[in-house]
């Protein structure tokens, strides 16, 4: 487990600076944070982590429990993410860059102690399994469409640009 988060960590760290290191390629923009937004934070957890499916699916893929503890501990990332962030923002009325960062780290280590967890369990009910796919699906489409089509909400919003995607880009010139 503790590899897995050391990882995912890291590969999630560097793609915080991946976009404009390929000079704002549209394929690097589906993995890698575009901007600001709280979905582009999000992102870099969840990039790494779906990469990290290559190899947890090869250990544990068959395992009864493997599609649940995936799709829950993606659905942890999108959940308590923007729930740390707002709450803390909540009280401090700013940002605080050593807390973002810290929450990040949090993030991953709850999303993979929930993966290790579901895989540790004895079989849940098959039901459970296909709803999970149905989730993967889910999650994963919106994953690859956001930041080329984001939704017009408060998390798909660059706080700096008060644009959405890629156009809440900084570096973005104006059309």
Avoid: C, R
């Avoid at 599609?67 to 962030?85: C, E, N, Q």
């Avoid at 919003?157 to 995607?165: E, M, Q």
């Amino acid at each position: 487990m503790w590899i897995s988060i050391f990882i995912i960590s890291v590969v999630g760290t560097l793609l915080h600076f991946l976009y404009d290191f390929s000079h704002h390629n549209k394929y690097v923009a589906l993995v890698a944070a575009v901007n600001e937004s709280t979905w582009e934070h999000i992102k870099l957890a969840l990039t790494p982590t779906l990469l990290w499916s290559l190899y947890d699916g090869f250990i544990y893929g068959t395992s009864d429990n493997y599609f649940i503890a995936k799709a829950l501990s993606l659905l942890s990332i999108i959940i308590v993410m923007p729930t740390i962030f707002y709450t803390y923002t909540k009280f401090t009325k700013k940002n605080i860059l050593a807390i973002d960062i810290l929450s990040f780290y949090v993030v991953i280590i709850v999303a993979q102690s929930i993966f290790y967890y579901i895989i540790g369990l004895d079989s849940l009910d098959f039901i459970y399994n296909y709803l999970s796919i149905i989730l993967l699906f889910i999650i994963f489409g919106i994953y690859m469409t956001s930041t080329l089509l984001p939704f017009k909400n408060f998390m798909f919003k660059d706080p700096i640009s008060k644009k959405y995607g890629i156009k809440g880009h900084t570096d973005t010139k104006k059309e």
